[in-house]
């Protein structure tokens, strides 16, 4: 595991700039899983990922437009939200300093994260949103802090809502 700065994490990210978003889906509750690049091969289970692989899991989230807000994480009919961003490619991550707030935007669209916990490390580690970077083994893991850590050590998305 490795700590980074918001820069350092923006410049794992660069490569991922442009690519549209696919299989764009509400997991458990309100997860988000979003694929992006080419598929990798079916995991154990069947599952094909992209080579770059978003889940917020524990934020809350909302999606906007450029003049209104099209769901929030606590909303009815969320897939239906989310499919607004099937295609679309990502333009850009902005990472705030301190809370790891975080918009994915993708050209009008943007999917704002808001931590759910606050940053305790006698509490334990809450992780707000997980990338899986361009298929590496390499995960960009937002919670208490901004760190890089192998593809082995957070949990693989699996449960369907």
């Known amino acids: 595991m490795t700590t980074v700065t918001p820069e350092q994490a923006r410049l794992r990210i660069a490569p991922l700039l442009g690519l549209p978003a696919w299989r764009v889906e509400r997991g458990w509750g309100s997860f988000v899983d979003v694929q992006f690049g080419d598929p990798l091969p079916p995991d154990r289970d069947g599952t094909v990922r992209g080579r770059w692989h978003l889940w917020v899991m524990m934020a809350a989230w909302r999606l906007e437009s450029t003049d209104r807000v099209l769901a929030g994480s606590e909303d009815a009919h969320l897939q239906q939200a989310l499919d607004h961003l099937e295609g679309?490619?990502?333009?850009?991550?902005?990472?705030?300093?301190?809370?790891?707030?975080t918009t994915f935007e993708f050209d009008t669209l943007r999917?704002?994260?808001f931590p759910l916990h606050r940053a305790d490390p006698d509490e334990g580690e809450y992780d707000h949103w997980l990338l899986w970077l361009d298929g590496t083994g390499d995960v960009l893991v937002a919670g208490s802090r901004l760190r890089i850590v192998r593809g082995d050590e957070p949990d693989e998305p699996d449960e369907e809502g």
């Open 88 to 101: 679309r490619p990502l333009t850009d991550v902005l990472i705030t300093p301190g809370t790891l707030a």
């Open 111 to 113: 999917l704002r994260t």
